[in-house]
């Protein structure tokens, strides 16, 4: 389960590797997340047009993405 955006995130033990488990579909919104967020600025989306052009799957995708990756950073930035 994937908490959501402000929610503490417990410690996740994997026991096999993620990419051999989750279905194509999501490491491809994964990889279309770390595309876009890469770099100084926003790339480009996968859709002609802006973010309201986009599938709404996608955006809910990218918005369960950034925060689970606001929680890591947020955890990685306690223990340091």
Not at 3 to 32: F, I, Q
Request: charged share 20%.
């Amino acid at each position: 389960m994937i908490p959501a955006a402000g929610e503490d995130a417990p410690e996740m033990l994997w026991r096999c590797n993620p990419r051999l488990v989750l279905p194509p579909a999501a490491l491809h919104a994964v990889r279309l997340y770390a595309r876009h967020r890469g770099g100084m600025a926003p790339g480009p989306l996968p859709d002609a047009g802006g973010i309201n052009d986009q599938a709404a799957w996608l955006m809910e995708a990218f918005g369960v993405l950034g925060a689970a990756e606001e929680a890591a950073e947020k955890a990685r930035a306690g223990k340091d």
